[in-house]
């Protein structure tokens, strides 16, 4: 029932990014532009959140956007989430992959009980940092509107698994511990 904010503007910014190289074979392009004024005005931001009990949690968007960022919550939280891209003026007109994947610097996930969203975007827009509600933490998917619905059991499995997957390794069955 918390709700998923994220601090920062998201911009078309896929150079070097995770999803560009792994999806698409795309490698190279501009990195994504460094604001140090912004990640000093974001980190402050989140600093005084986190002091003041304000979220409940913090994640920051780097490989692979927005996406990777919300799954890593949703499984270290084990919960789903539902969200929808964002239209407001901060941030670009970008078609769902771009949103979803850019790796624009400078942005954190937050989760947010519904009755201070208020508080924070409050905080944020006097900080002069960039806040949008995105969504809902809620059941047992991962679900972004236009984009992508994916079981969070799957997500899981996919993140935990990765590397072993890759070598070849046999994984132990889960059980009682």
Known sequence: ?????????????????????????????????????????????????VVDAAIAGVHDCSDGGLAVALAEMAI???????????????????????????????????SVAPDRVAEVRDRAQAAGVAAFDLGEATGDRLVAAGAFDVPLADAAHAWRDAIPSLLGAALPAAGPS
Do not use: C, N, Y
């Open 76 to 110: 270290a939280g084990e919960v789903g989430f539902d969200v929808a891209p964002l239209e407001e003026a901060a941030h670009e007109a970008l078609v769902p992959a771009l949103f979803w994947f850019s790796e624009t610097a400078s942005r954190v996930l937050l």
């Open 1 to 49: 029932g918390e709700r998923v904010v994220v601090l920062g503007a998201t911009r078309a910014e896929l150079g070097g990014s995770e999803w560009a190289a792994v999806v698409h074979e795309l490698d190279g392009g501009a990195p994504p532009a460094a604001d140090i004024g912004a990640a000093v005005a974001l980190h402050a931001l989140v600093r005084d959140l």
